[in-house]
């Protein structure tokens, strides 16, 4: 059973940091692209980041203040948020792809975590 459980969620203010982690357990994602999506109520689900071996992909939203790393060891993807923006207020989804295509587009996931909550005060 496939399972990624997201973590590192949690109130920051404004400036803030924070670091959201994604363990993966039930198969090894080395080889797969791997993101970032993230919802905030009444909008559509957003693409945040995603890593696909040696690259990295950033929605020019969060582009600068935003970095995604994975640690293959761990099976693990983290996302590392600095300058947090109240407009950053969203629940944050880790997702798993097992297709090739277009790693911004949450058809290409197969695999998705619960979700964790990120709220940015002012």
């Known amino acids: 059973q496939v399972q990624l459980v997201e973590s590192g969620g949690g109130l920051v203010q404004a400036g803030g940091s924070l670091r959201l982690s994604c363990a993966a357990s039930g198969r090894t994602f080395s080889n797969n692209a791997m993101g970032w999506f993230r919802q905030a109520p009444g909008k559509e689900r957003e693409f945040v980041a995603a890593?696909?071996?040696?690259?990295?992909y950033h929605a020019d939203s969060v582009k600068g203040r935003f970095t995604i790393s994975r640690d293959n060891a761990k099976n693990t993807v983290y996302l590392q948020m600095n300058s947090l923006k109240p407009e950053d207020t969203a629940i944050y989804y880790c997702a798993a792809a097992t297709k090739t295509t277009s790693i911004f587009f949450t058809r290409t996931y197969d695999y998705w975590g619960q979700g964790t909550q990120v709220t940015v005060s002012s």
């Open positions: 890593i696909r071996g040696s690259y990295t």
